[in-house]
């Protein structure tokens, strides 16, 4: 992955936990990694401990980001959701949230969209 696609990934995440966090949500943990993978952001929402893919891209050219989150991700990220969980005392419903976010050549997101419940 290329230096400005990461520093995009990494904007991107910064914004979602801002968002986040203006929300009400309590930031767990972000970028939680294990041998089977990555979880961008682990939050409580009330009384649901969330799992948030965020993806961040500069153009819709082909489709929006959020829309990228194929069912090969959504299956890893349920996996790395039970590996967090073994470690966890965590007797909450769980959700799995995508966060899309689309930034112009200025580097400022023109189209942010929060989807719970996601998968």
């Excluded at 949500?25 to 970028?31: A, D, E, F, H, P």
């Excluded at 961040?56 to 050219?61: H, R």
């Excluded at 005392?89 to 942010?112: M, T």
């Amino acid at each position: 992955m290329s230096k400005s696609r990461q520093a995009l990934g990494k904007r991107g995440e910064d914004l979602a936990a801002s968002y986040l966090l203006e929300q009400g949500y309590k930031i767990l943990t972000r970028n939680f990694r294990c041998p089977l993978g990555e979880i961008d952001i682990i939050a409580r929402d009330r009384r649901s401990l969330v799992f948030i893919e965020v993806r961040s891209n500069s153009s819709v050219c082909y489709g929006l980001p959020q829309e990228s989150v194929s069912a090969r991700k959504r299956i890893k990220l349920r996996q790395v959701a039970a590996f967090y969980l073994q470690s966890q005392r965590a007797g909450l419903p769980l959700r799995f949230d995508v966060i899309g976010i689309v930034f112009d050549s200025d580097g400022r997101a023109k189209r942010f969209e929060h989807i719970e419940n996601a998968f």
